[in-house]
């Protein structure tokens, strides 16, 4: 019965039926899988960007690496800073690379400079001068590293304060290893904060806790706690593979990244975190569900319509199917196909139609996969503009002259340092083919020109150092290393040089000289004096001897006196030279200027009583503490006072104070008798006076350790004539306790 009312229904029912069928079921499946595929390639492109954003901080992180390596090379192989750091002179280290870590700080976030001596032991730290002596052989395995291979290292690692990415290398001196120096770059939140701006993503470094198997935030891009489970961020730790996850349970809005954090030996030590907030893709998501639906809902309409246009029309002339088909195959075709009533040909139209909306969406497809690669060449261009300005600046401030010479001796490119070093523009340089030779001194021209020919003509690398004239005449030392450019067949293209200015190097290899130089008459002199020493001290004896056997009306008693008077003096005078050439070793302490001068001059109360000297005392009670070998300080403070108490009348006044004016100072005011301008000019030089009295023979050696601590004493008269007596001292810092301070 059921088969006989089937058969009943018209032909238009019969295609009607199963056709709607179809098209509903296809278009409905088509809907579902063009969601499924929509949601697997967003979930591609998400995962591919997480990737290239991991990509992207370990680059960033190689380039710091290289950069540091780099920059760390360029100072230890200079021989001023090898001579510096052999000699372990921190002044003269700070006073050399001060200027340039602080450019390099501030323009190219640098947070260290680092000089380490054997065995792994911090020696200076530019970013912090002061601290030093730090063994750190157990936490810091690129200086052990170094050490033992004599080979530079660069990568992440893991200080006490944190991760940086730090450059290592080996230091030598006169082909001796003699520690090693390193540049370091921070890895905190500034440098996350830049990424996370450039790629709009959030950052976190994450550290294992150790014995507990958790994982603490050491710093992050953004104020959020860490996101992903410590299970997860252990597995990514142990096994050193990354893992993504697209909307996790605990985060529905996010999509995460997980990669393992290498140091430079390729060992983990931490997880990278890497947050993008899919929000906006998930609006855009639905959004494209909705639009798609309402698509599919149109495409199900319109399908509904050409089935009952074919049912109800005749089909189009197979020619004209043809020629449809032809136009599709080349291209030139985009709209769909009238159906034609027969079923053979409706069926061709139908498909043809399905191929042609399938040709139609991989275009599309394929035009936005051209956006899209046209979007990541212009970004990629433009990291590689911003990397050009970065070195381009680099060359530009480092402390060096830079320059590129064409084979035909033309300058092509100088830096603006020459400007500061030889006197002379840019400009003028490139203009002046002969510059190179004609700035040389004219006995070291020829060796100039004939070593920069055979760079230019031959591709042999030089190192020269040499004399030369800056602008204004003054004479400098050069040290200039010229590298040849070179193509497949060794023809020159090009010859890059360096030039250095090493006259402060020179000035310290004669300061070095004449130190040697005064040592050796420093024991001279020493062991003349002793050879001295004893036959005078005999002779002396001798003349006393005989002095106090001799009757007082012997005619030849003056004259024994005036020997003895003269042999007492040459002792004196003997004293006070082995005093003087004798070395002084210092023990330096945090030392409080004011107690120190109260206990010398407490020592002298009662002299200056007798003598009816009055003592006016002011005492700066916020005097800093001063760096100070206490022993020796209180010596020659009672020596300056001693030599005062010697000078003054009777009944006269003694004005001692101290004061703060950026440095510690000390200052004697009193009356003198027998002193003269003269005798001011000479007051702390030995042998100035025929009356030396124990005050005046410890004078010389006085300023001398006064010197030594850093400080300057200086002799004027004030207003009233008086004789002021002043002593200069740099101060360390922190305040002396007020309390403890007696006037």
Known sequence: MHLRRIHDISLKWKLLIPFLFLSFVGTTTLLLLSLTAQSKIIKHQEKKKLSDYYQAFSDQVEDRANSALSLAYQVAKSPIVQEAFARKDTRALVDLLLPSYEVLKDRFDVKQFHFHTKPATSFLRLHRIYQSGE???????????????????????????????????????????????EIGYSVERPFLDSLKRRYDMDLALLIPIHGTGGFYTLTSSSDSLQISSDEICGRVFRTQNSEILISPPDAPDLALFLGPLKDFYGKSIGVLEISVDRSATLAELAENRIEMLAVMMAALLF???????????????????????????????????????????????????????????????????????????????????????????????????????????????????????????PTEVIADRQFWTGIAHPEDQQKVAEQLRACLTEGREFLLEYRGNRRDGREVFLLNHA????????????????????????????????????KTL???????????????????????????????????????????????????????????????????????????????????????????????????????????????????????????????????????????????????????????????????????????????????????????????????????????ISITFPPIGHRANASSLVT
């Not at 899209?372 to 990397?387: D, F, G, N, S, Y």
């Not at 020179?506 to 130190?515: A, D, M, P, W």
């Open 135 to 181: 063994a750190m052989a157990s936490f810091r395995q690129t200086i052990t590293k170094v050490e033992e291979t004599g080979q530079g290292i660069a990568g992440l690692e893991r200080g006490t304060t944190g991760f940086g990415v730090r450059g290592v290398v080996p230091v030598f001196y006169q082909d001796e290893f003699i520690g090693t120096f």
């Open 483 to 518: 590298m040849p450019l070179t193509d497949r067949e060794g023809r020159v293209q090009a010859v890059d040089g360096i030039v250095v200015d090493v006259s402060e190097r020179k000035r310290l290899q004669e300061q070095i000289i004449q130190t040697e130089e005064l």
């Open 303 to 425: 399908s509904a319509i050409v089935i009952v246009w074919v049912v109800t029309v005749f089909l189009r002339p197979v020619r004209d199917i043809v020629t449809a088909a032809r136009e599709i195959a080349a291209g030139e075709r985009v709209r769909g196909i009238p159906v034609p009533v027969r079923d053979e040909i409706g069926t061709l139209a139908s498909s043809l139609n399905d191929m042609l909306e399938s040709l139609n969406m991989a275009r599309e497809e394929i035009q936005e996969y051209c956006i899209t690669l046209e979007e990541r060449v212009e970004a990629r261009t433009q990291e590689l503009v911003e990397e050009k300005e970065k070195y381009e600046t680099l060359v530009e401030n480092a402390p060096l002259v830079v320059y590129r010479i064409e084979p035909d001796g033309t300058t092509v490119y100088v830096n603006r340092v020459v400007e500061e070093i030889l006197g002379y523009t």
């Open 522 to 724: 420093s024991n001279v002199s020493a062991r003349l004096a002793h050879e001295i020493r004893n036959p005078l001290t005999a002779a002396g004896g001798f003349a006393r001897r005989l002095l106090k056997e001799m009757d007082q009306q012997d005619a030849h008693r003056s004259k024994v006196e005036i020997i003895v008077k003269e042999m007492g003096r040459l002792e004196h005078i003997l004293k006070m030279i082995l005093s003087y050439i004798r070395p002084i070793t210092l023990e330096f302490s945090d030392v409080d200027l004011n107690k120190v001068l109260q206990e010398v001059i407490s020592g002298f109360e009662d002299k200056l009583g007798s003598q009816g000297i009055t003592l006016d005392v002011q005492l700066d009670e916020k005097l800093p503490f001063i760096r100070a070998d206490r022993g020796h300080l209180r010596d020659a403070l009672e020596t300056v006072l001693k030599n005062a108490c010697s000078h003054m009348p009777e009944q006269s006044c003694l004005r001692v104070s101290t004061t703060y004016n950026g440095a510690a100072v000390v200052q004697l005011c009193y009356p003198a008798l027998h002193v003269a301008d003269d005798d001011m000019e000479h007051f702390f030089y030995p042998f100035v006076s025929d009356k030396l009295g124990e005050a005046d023979l410890q004078l010389p050696l006085t300023k001398v350790v006064i010197h030594k601590h850093g400080g300057v004493i200086n002799i004027t008269r004030d207003e009233q004539n008086q004789v002021a």
